[in-house]
């Protein structure tokens, strides 16, 4: 996980295979030794957010409670398994490729068996089982409990599916097996689903409805991670300012806004606070934050506690509030610029990240100059950016026309990109001559001489080693940048 989020990772799409993205500490891909081997080994592939690659970890504590072992080589796996993302029209075509790779090694390996997992499970489970025959197992998000069954299943030759939504499975007892980690940062998973229906989007149909795991059992999770010797952890959900806890099922149930004694509720910001006590030298993260639901005690907190980083991911999808309302975001540009005015009153030097789409049906040029001047307005730390991609099922596609030719949504895109790149570099640029408190990593990619590592908002730092190492912290001064990084030298 260490390396997603050296990846940029809250929401970035990537790929990492076990074998790219493992950092040694191989000790955390062996099952329990109180279970013994059942003789079988899995590989597991993980794509989409960071909820995706926590999840995976969930999987590989399922299958290590079984006997099963994990390799880092799928030649030599008897069960493949990919766990999928749907965002993008994309993300699922560079999934279906892996597939169809997977099934050239099922026939130099016939007993292999292929599994897909995760958010491309419901939609397309009749495609890939029956049409394709792509794959051998197809299980949901909320279903990772009956992996062991359905495995069972499938070697005798059955269908094996479980593509059930679950209104409660948290898997809050699973305590999950760090895959690729570098024993420094973990995710860990504070809520499932999302009951928000943004009209682009397709997570609430693959994930189904939002809910929050018991308090108890995530600073179980974190207590457990510190004194494993973790340095940072980030908080995960879709909406992370949405969690609510109560022990009363009905109370847990309502809108927090509906509830007039909010006493009754644990809410973000006392878990938040909760998470930030469990250590003094315990960074804490969390993403990603939804402007509608982003409030000042969330905020108060962060600023309280010097431990909680102060860098908040809050997309805002788009600059102009009549396609904010098509996007059914439920807030408009003034209430964004206000939740921004906000964060800068309360916590100055917070490093702001965004997500925006360009393309959103029915966009006037004119709407999306509005999305080059919020930018201009916030100035973002960094943004992850992406043209409109329609996905079936979604209230978007049942209700407008995809109607941005490709070529103008790649412009327009192209447009908010290059600014976003000024805006970085810009931010960049002050950091020089700073000196920032950085926790280090790993080896930085283009020189086995360098580290690298982020401080307290969100900014990488590449430095040359000297005797630091992974999980120290460090003082670094700032002397060079690009629109990416930040370069500098370990200072006594
Ligand atoms: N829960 C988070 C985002 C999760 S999805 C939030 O509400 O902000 C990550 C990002 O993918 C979204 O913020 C959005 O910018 C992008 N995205 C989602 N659906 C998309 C689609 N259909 N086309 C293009 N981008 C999309
Ligand atoms: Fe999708 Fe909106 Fe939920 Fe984010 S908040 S996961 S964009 S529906
Ligand atoms: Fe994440 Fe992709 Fe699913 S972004 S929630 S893995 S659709």
Not at 92 to 112: D, M, S
Not at 115 to 126: F, I, N, S, T, Y
Not at 258 to 265: G, H, K
């Amino acid at each position: 996980m260490a390396d997603l989020y050296n990846n940029k990772v809250p929401f970035e799409l990537k790929t990492k295979s076990m074998d790219e993205s493992i950092q040694g500490n191989a000790m955390t891909l062996k099952r329990p030794e109180n279970v013994p081997s059942n003789g079988k080994k899995y590989y597991i592939e993980s794509y989409g957010c960071a909820m995706n690659f926590a999840d995976s970890e969930v999987v590989a504590s399922i299958l290590g409670a079984e006997g099963f072992d994990s390799t880092r080589d799928y030649n030599e796996a008897d069960i493949v398994f990919v766990n999928t993302c749907s965002i993008r029209d994309k993300a699922e075509q560079t999934v279906r490729n892996r597939l169809l790779h997977f099934r050239a090694v099922k026939k130099r390996n016939p007993g292999a068996l292929i599994g897909v997992l995760g958010c491309m499970a419901e939609r397309l489970k009749d495609k890939l089982m029956e049409e394709e025959k792509l794959v051998d197992l197809v299980i949901g998000p909320d279903a990772y409990r009956s992996l062991p069954s359905l495995i069972q299943e499938a070697e005798s030759g059955q269908k094996a599916i479980n593509v059930l939504l679950s209104r409660d499975e948290t898997y809050a007892d699973i305590n999950p097996v760090r895959l690729a980690s570098n024993g420094i940062n973990a995710f860990v998973s504070i809520t499932r689903g999302c009951d928000n229906m943004c009209s682009f989007c397709v997570v609430p149909h693959t994930r189904g409805r939002e809910r929050s795991r018991h308090p108890e059992s995530i600073l179980a999770e974190v207590k457990d991670l510190y004194s494993r010797g973790y340095k940072e952890v980030t908080l995960l959900g879709q909406n992370v300012d949405s969690y609510r806890w109560s022990d009363d099922e009905k109370i847990r149930g309502k809108k927090l806004i509906e509830l007039r004694d909010t006493d009754q509720v644990f809410n973000f910001a006392n878990l938040l606070e909760a998470v930030a006590q469990v250590g003094k030298d315990l960074r804490v993260r969390f993403s990603t934050s939804h402007p509608k639901d982003m409030h000042d005690n969330v905020l108060h907190v962060i600023a309280k506690y010097p431990n909680i980083c102060n860098s908040i991911h809050l997309p805002v999808q788009h600059g102009n509030s009549e396609m904010l309302a098509k996007m059914n975001r439920t807030y408009d540009r003034e209430w964004y610029l206000e939740r921004i005015a906000a964060i800068r009153r309360i916590i100055p030097d917070c490093c702001i990240s965004s997500d925006i789409i360009a393309g959103f049906c029915g966009e006037t040029e004119e709407q999306h100059q509005e999305t080059l001047s919020l930018m201009r307005e916030v100035k973002f730390h960094m943004n992850y950016m992406y043209h409109y991609s329609e996905r079936p099922g979604t209230l978007a596609a049942k209700r407008y026309e995809d109607d941005i030719p490709l070529n103008i949504k790649k412009r327009r895109l192209q447009e908010i990109i290059d600014l976003q790149r000024t805006h970085s570099l810009e931010w960049n640029k002050k950091q020089i001559g700073k000196t920032l408190e950085v926790l280090v990593e790993k080896t930085s990619k283009k020189s086995d001489e360098d580290l690298c590592g982020r401080d307290h908002r969100f900014n990488m730092v590449v430095f040359p080693k000297m005797d630091a190492k992974p999980g120290d912290y460090v003082k670094v001064k700032i002397t060079d940048c690009s629109s990416s990084v930040l370069l500098g030298e370990i200072v006594a």
